[in-house]
């Protein structure tokens, strides 16, 4: 990889980013997003019912108690998990009898969630706050200590890249594999920016190094900084996807769709240093040369 | 430039088997031989550490409740509110440790202007019950039925007298000696049983109701005055109410009515599958990246697995001294950590190869790959650290997350990252050095 001229396929690398964008706005646009209990409130139950039965049956079931339910889905092995926008005591012992009826066994709640709706704008609000406050905070640093307010700039809009691309594919396995955002799925998030600045300053750490020793064409700078850091790039995601891979293969239904956040962040804080924030960083030089 | 490197060396040895001793399980099977680790009782004058080294885990990995009230304090002034949120605070804190619960924490919140009382039961399987106990006011009074006249007619009226519960010295859990049945045994302070043996010499041959937030659990008729200050309440309770009126009678009344808005309770086993699963998939992949690690890095690979090794153990003993709530997201930081302390050791070897590669001598070229790692590791780490300071929020600022989920993340964030630059900088760096100038002699 000595010396590979990376940047003379910057387009290319525009193009992929801006069809994951649009991608993105273009499921969120249609499906929206699908919240969990956590953000707009309602109740869940977890119920290992010790057989398998079809979903169907189950929603049938207590709906002919007379009882709303938004939806029933198996997550994994006998574990059901019953969503409703509103339950009272009454109404889930009832849900619990007419269970233990229909499967012939002793029905176990494994898992009770109630949240009012005022709650989730909490979450959600603390949680665009601290985006706000971490991402000055880091383009402050990023801008202080490469003496540079480009620098800073690049690595928050390859972060903010990441987020948006992580939140909108979300929006598609919600679509499409039911996955909810819940308050696991912020913490992937954050897991995500940090992660991301984290990939982007040791690549521009090498543009400031190989810049300050022997000069040169900006970009032929940036190009040689990509070759020297894209084979720790790769080997320091690889390390990481192999951990995850692993709690999304062994780790329970309970952290599935968290690891698979993490994995889609990982991947993308990797891939936005290198194919996102540089390229960005060169564009801007040469506009202001022109 | 001379480096004392035994003196380093043994200073990691050190770290690390007291590191290893603090987070290991109480107690481990070598074979047919238990292995027990002591617990330290420490006394030094007033100074006094006493510490079992347990993981602390949170409801979501070991089951419990997690339940949030909203406090209807609307009718009290702004400077009545805080003594208000203090008293429900002591007043469920005594109720859920007569309840039994292990480790149980009661906070105090505000959201929107309303006060809020969060209460998390470790370990509790019927949340019902306990919601019934935290939620209930027990405000307790004792009334008299006096007879007057309205519009020409007579009347039997409920009139408050001043004995409530507040005169209670202690209540207790008794046996009806006919029936058989639960009853609750009151027995009053001094001022409270004078004031009972008035109340029954005035109402001698009445109904003397006993009312508890609004509802009348027994009318019991005064055959007698009573002067042993103690009185008896025979409900139709079932042993559990009578145990449950019984601790919300020694904790008190709370000061003000309290409403659920928010129940999250996991059971015990769901939480202990996901850590089975977890513990699993975690011991699955450290192996795959140390495998990996060996296969790109050969024997530095391993320098930095034994590096990984000192951080896993280093980690999990602050977890338990400190100590911190374990908790899902927590793990995600942790693993966070993880890869980010191997990423110091990438970014090293793969500048160490450079500098190899420039035809330098080994100790130079390993000397300077650290030197110029360095800079990307601190500024890389440096921002990391300033979002986790961000969302831990250690000063409370009320705009940011005070509490929950991202709180957990941030902390085992920001202690993983200082670990990392312990273990992935200065054990990493002082084992290569040995190594290399074993290989040099």
């Known amino acids: 990889m000595r010396n590979f001229n990376w940047l003379k396929y910057k387009m290319i690398y525009f193009v992929i980013s801006g069809s994951l964008i649009v991608m993105g706005i273009f499921s969120l646009y249609k499906w929206g997003i699908s919240l969990g209990v956590d953000f707009v409130g309602g109740s869940l139950i977890e119920y290992d019912l010790k057989t398998s039965i079809s979903s169907d049956v189950l929603k049938e079931t207590v709906e002919k108690e007379g009882i709303d339910i938004v939806s029933v889905q198996n997550i994994g092995k006998e574990n059901y998990l019953f969503k409703f926008s509103e339950i009272t005591n009454e109404q889930r012992e009832k849900i619990s009898v007419s269970l233990s009826q229909l499967t012939g066994e002793t029905v176990n709640e494994a898992r009770f969630e109630k949240v009012g709706p005022s709650l989730g704008a909490e979450l959600i609000r603390k949680t665009i706050y601290a985006l706000i406050v971490s991402a000055s905070a880091i383009l402050l640093w990023v801008a202080i200590s490469f003496k540079s307010f480009k620098f800073g700039v690049s690595a928050i809009l390859a972060m903010f890249h990441d987020s948006f691309i992580l939140i909108g594919s979300f929006s598609l396995f919600g679509h499409f594999f039911s996955a909810d955002v819940d308050f696991l799925f912020i913490t992937a998030l954050l897991t995500t920016l940090s992660f991301s600045v984290h990939d982007t300053i040791v690549v521009f750490d090498r543009i400031r190094e190989i810049n300050r020793k022997h000069g040169g064409e900006f970009s032929e700078v940036c190009n040689r900084a990509l070759s020297e850091t894209m084979k720790r790039s790769i080997n320091n995601s690889i390390t990481i996807i192999l951990m995850l891979s692993s709690l999304i293969v062994l780790g329970g239904s309970s952290i599935f769709w968290f690891a698979i956040a993490l994995l889609v962040g990982t991947v993308l804080g990797t891939y936005s240093s290198p194919f996102v924030a540089v390229p960005l960083l060169v564009a801007w030089n040469n506009l202001r040369k022109k | ?441």
Do not use: C
């Open chain 2, 1 to 441: 430039m001379h480096i004392n490197l035994s003196r380093r060396l043994l200073l990691i040895g050190i770290v690390f088997f007291a590191a290893l001793f603090v987070s290991m399980p109480a107690e481990v099977k070598l074979g047919a031989a238990v292995l027990k680790r002591p617990n330290v009782d420490i006394q030094i004058g007033n100074f006094s550490l006493q510490r079992k080294f347990d993981l602390k885990m949170g409801l979501d990995l070991i089951g419990g409740s997690h339940l949030v009230f909203e406090v209807d304090d609307s009718s009290f002034s702004e400077s009545e509110k805080t003594k208000v949120m203090d008293g429900l605070k002591s007043v469920i804190e005594k109720r859920v440790n007569l309840f039994g619960v292990s480790e149980p924490n009661v906070q105090t919140s505000v959201f929107e202007g309303k006060d809020r009382i969060i209460v998390e039961l470790p370990g509790v399987k019927d949340t019902k019950e306990a919601i019934a106990l935290v939620g209930k006011t027990a405000q307790l009074i004792f009334v008299e039925v006096k007879s007057e006249e309205i519009e020409g007619k007579q009347v039997e009226v409920l009139s408050v007298t001043d004995l409530t519960g507040a005169d209670l010295k202690s209540a207790d859990v008794g046996f009806d000696q006919v029936s058989g049945k639960p009853i609750v045994l009151l027995d009053f302070r001094p001022e409270g049983g004078k004031k009972f043996a008035e109340l029954t010499k005035r109402n001698i041959g009445k109904a003397l109701p006993i009312i508890l937030d609004g509802e009348v659990v027994s009318a019991p008729v005064v055959q007698a005055e009573i002067v042993g200050g103690s009185a008896q309440i025979t409900g139709d309770f079932t042993l559990e109410e009578a145990k449950n009126l019984v601790i919300q009678l020694n904790a008190g009344a709370l000061p003000a009515s309290i409403s659920l808005v928010s129940e999250r309770s996991i059971g015990a086993s769901l939480g202990q599958e996901a850590v089975k699963a977890g513990v699993k998939a975690g011991a699955v992949g450290v192996m795959l990246v140390f495998v990996f690690m060996i296969i790109f890095y050969g024997k530095m690979g391993l320098v930095a697995d034994l590096g990984l090794i000192v951080f896993g153990a280093v980690t999990l003993a602050l977890y338990k001294l400190i100590p911190v709530v374990l908790t899902l997201p927590g793990i995600a930081g942790f693993l966070l950590s993880v890869g980010m302390a191997v990423d110091s050791n990438i970014l090293t070897f793969e500048r160490f190869r450079e500098e190899k590669e420039k035809g330098v001598n080994l100790i130079w070229a390993l000397e300077t790959s650290f030197e110029r790692a360095w800079d990307a590791i601190k500024d890389a780490n440096i921002a990391t650290l300033v979002t986790a300071f961000i969302l831990a929020n250690p000063f409370d600022w009320p705009i940011l997350h005070t509490s929950g989920p991202v709180r957990g993340f941030a902390i085992t964030l920001a202690l993983g990252i200082g670990v990392s630059l312990f273990s992935g900088i200065f054990v990493s760096r002082n084992l290569l050095r040995l190594l290399i100038r074993r290989e040099n002699k």
